[in-house]
């Protein structure tokens, strides 16, 4: 049996270490057109250039649903070992990794275990287990926070789309991300107030499928698609 414990790598995500097999969970509403867990950092503690590859192992998995990872490069879902490694220098982090969780519109925990190893010794490695709960609720609980985001109205929309939120409490670094369908952001609203409704120009985006999300904290809290065509 082969150890979580790694000797030449550590994970960390918000500045927080990550100990070999803890588990995190990443919540959203079941109606996500995607659920995208994004920060990880990937630390190579070596005094030596690792090349670095990425396998997943499905623990339990929402019928239905699907999953899929970035890690160099963007995979399909049924992929469980990226093709290409990360080359990771002495002493580096990269932040490569994408964890991507299609709920589509089915509740429930889907639990992933992504593991980092070295190409050159798949013995040194290192692993965290992520639970993707998806749910019909219209709120989150986010740190005994009730965390609201509605559904983008008009959908599809052409020159502008609105979407109401309300927080049952002041919560700090909130933000509202649009991204394009390769996971570019191409707009970022800072939001100050505990309640009320954006309306977003959507005017200059060209046509095609978009996901927002409501982050905390740079916490993804919610994400859900967004069709554009003019």
Request: glycine residues 6%.
């Amino acid at each position: 049996m082969i150890s979580g414990f790694s000797q030449s790598l550590e994970l960390y995500f918000e500045d927080e270490l990550i100990e070999a097999g803890e588990e995190l969970t990443f919540t959203s509403h079941a109606d996500s057109g995607m659920m995208s867990f994004e920060g990880l950092e990937v630390l190579n503690t070596s005094l030596n250039p690792l090349n670095i590859k990425c396998t997943r192992e499905i623990i339990t998995e929402v019928l239905n649903t699907e999953n899929s990872f970035c890690w160099g490069i963007c995979y399909s879902t049924s992929t469980d070992t990226s093709t290409v490694s990360v080359k990771i220098e002495a002493g580096e982090i990269s932040s490569e990794f994408i964890g991507d969780y299609f709920p589509q519109g089915y509740s429930g925990i889907t639990t992933i275990k992504y593991i980092f190893y070295d190409v050159a010794n798949p013995d040194d490695r290192i692993n965290f287990i992520l639970h993707y709960k998806a749910t019909s609720e219209s709120g989150i609980e986010h740190e005994n926070a009730t965390v609201y985001l509605s559904p983008a109205y008009p959908n599809p929309a052409n020159n502008e789309v609105n979407l109401d939120f309300a927080f049952d409490q002041k919560s700090s670094a909130v933000k509202f991300v649009l991204y394009n369908l390769f996971g570019e952001k191409v707009k970022d609203i800072e939001i100050s107030e505990i309640t009320g409704s954006l309306k977003l120009n959507t005017s200059d985006l060209t046509e095609g499928i978009y996901f927002y999300s409501l982050l905390i904290n740079n916490e993804p809290i919610l994400t859900q698609k967004l069709v554009i065509k003019h």
